[in-house]
């Protein structure tokens, strides 16, 4: 699907690296308020915010490569495989957002 050279797999794409900086944002904010990273595959990475920045940037541009490879092969295939990172990555962020919304004492974000 193309609108005005603008496919539907960039749509998703630029929804994905969306949510990856939305993690990258909240999951700093989180611990910068005491709290912890859950994947234990993240806690090294996570405390220093380029690397996690740059970890996340590698690998959006890896799902979505093989998103457009699979894209080739099989119709929509690429789509799928985006929109299933971009569910997982959307329940991730309303996860960080709803301990920054527990974190907070006035159940709103910090500085609003």
């Known amino acids: 699907m193309n609108f005005h050279g603008f496919t539907f797999l ?5 929804i994905l690296a969306g949510l990856f900086l939305a993690d990258v ?17 993240m ?6 915010p380029w690397l996690h920045s740059i970890v996340k940037f590698i690998a959006a541009l890896f799902v979505i490569a093989v ?24 329940l991730v962020v309303a996860h960080n957002v709803c301990v920054l919304i527990g974190f907070s004492p006035s159940g709103v974000f910090p500085g609003f």
């Open 10 to 14: 960039g749509f998703l794409s630029v």
């Open 25 to 41: 944002v909240t999951t700093a904010l989180i611990l910068e308020m005491g709290g912890s990273e859950l994947n234990p595959l």
């Open 43 to 48: 806690i090294d990475i996570v405390s220093h």
């Open 67 to 90: 998103a457009c490879y699979t894209e080739r092969l099989k119709k929509n295939a690429g789509a799928a495989i985006l929109v299933i990172a971009c569910s997982i990555f959307l």
